[in-house]
């Protein structure tokens, strides 16, 4: 196992490294229509199989509180960006499907903060550098989900 202290530094060094490119990412954040939280889901739910995912499902992936969750999901589809759909396999679940206008939302502003990301992550590491991090960072969440 490796030293201790090793594994808290670097877990700081790049929790911190996470925190101040977020910073960035969040100030810049390049769409009126939609926040950076807000971005996530429609992220999430674009990635999905049908451009949908169970509200249980989506809230394993953001990094918020399942309140925030559905409280966002409603904002969200009260703006006709999503909109929440019974479950057929379970009535007592909800599915939350993208619509075409949260679709090309997502698109309009992913492209512009794609563009954001290069610009702070890309200019400090070499593509073999952020392959590293790639690879590292999948070990670390394989090593936490199986934990």
Request: overall charge neutral.
């Amino acid at each position: 196992m490796p030293d201790r202290t090793l594994a808290v530094t670097a877990w700081e060094s790049l929790f911190r490294a996470q925190v101040s490119i977020m910073r960035h990412l969040n100030a810049e954040f390049p769409s009126e229509v939609v926040s950076l939280n807000e971005y996530d889901v429609l992220f999430n739910l674009s990635r999905a199989t049908g451009h949908r995912l169970r509200i249980r499902d989506l809230n394993k992936v953001l990094l918020i509180t399942q309140p925030s969750v559905s409280r966002m999901v409603d904002r969200l589809a009260a703006r006709e960006l999503v909109e929440k759909l019974d479950d057929d396999a379970d009535r007592r679940g909800t599915i939350v499907q993208l619509t075409d206008y949260g679709l090309e939302t997502f698109r309009t502003a992913g492209r512009k903060h794609a563009a954001t990301i290069a610009s702070h992550v890309g200019k400090a590491l070499d593509d073999a550098e952020l392959a590293e991090i790639v690879r590292l960072c999948n070990i670390l969440r394989a090593s936490a989900d199986n934990a």
